[in-house]
T-cell receptor
């Protein structure tokens, strides 16, 4: 069975601070996929990134970066110089194959001006 | 291209009534998923289809829930009879099973169901 743990329920930062959202996963499969999704206050869920288990390269996209470490089963997400528009619930998810994704409980990020 | 389209966006009904939620996936996507989101239980996968065939319905809470996908462009989630504990936001999502975008879920805006 797959499991995703996002230990941080809520995080509050002031604009321009850097913030890291933690994600720890469990799976016995050697091939799997990790995802991050954003759910802003409007409610829709938006895909941010996918990572394959065989590709441990970190990735940077603008102010967003992701750190994937198989040794610690973690896939952490960092927002640099946070902005108010980054306020949302962020979900980490794990998928084995292209079927069902298991989601973490989400981390609510509040960025204050 | 249009995204995943769900209807209705909001539904308020009384206990015991039948509720039907509808979803049109992104054209060309071969996977379709129904999720339910509540404060207590977070995001739960109810059922998913591959090429219109139900693959895993182990998340469907009970026999009151049923889902169909009669063709590649339409799916329904039905609750009959509805109960107050079914109140939640129901999301439909679709994805590709191949290619560089495979596995990424594209979600609809959700259907907010309130059962009184």
């Amino acid at each position: 069975a797959q499991k995703v743990t996002q230990a941080q329920t809520e995080i509050s930062v002031v604009e321009k601070e850097d913030v890291t959202l933690d994600c720890v996963y469990e799976t016995r499969d050697t091939t799997y996929y990790l995802f991050w999704y954003k759910q802003p206050p409007s409610g829709e869920l938006v895909f941010l990134i996918r990572r394959n288990s065989f590709d441990e390269q970190n990735e940077i996209s603008g102010r967003y970066s992701w750190n994937f470490q198989k040794s610690t089963s973690s896939f952490n997400f960092t927002i640099t110089a946070s902005q108010v528009v980054d306020s949302a619930v962020y979900f980490c998810a794990l998928s084995v194959g292209w079927g069902k994704s298991t989601f973490g409980d989400g981390t609510t990020l509040t960025v204050k001006p | 291209d249009a995204g995943v389209i769900q209807s209705p966006r909001h539904e308020v009904t009384e206990m015991g009534q039948e509720v039907t939620l509808r979803c049109k996936p992104i054209s060309g996507h071969d996977y379709l998923f129904w999720y339910r989101q509540t404060m207590m239980r977070g995001l739960e996968l109810l059922i998913y289809f591959n090429n219109n065939v139900p693959i895993d319905d182990s998340g469907m809470p009970e026999d009151r829930f049923s889902a169909k996908m009669p063709n590649a462009s339409f799916s329904t989630l039905k609750i009959q009879p509805s109960e107050p504990r079914d109140s939640a936001v129901y999301f439909c999502a679709s994805s590709l099973g191949r290619g560089p975008l495979s596995g990424e879920l594209f979600f609809g805006e959700g259907s907010r169901l309130t059962v009184l």
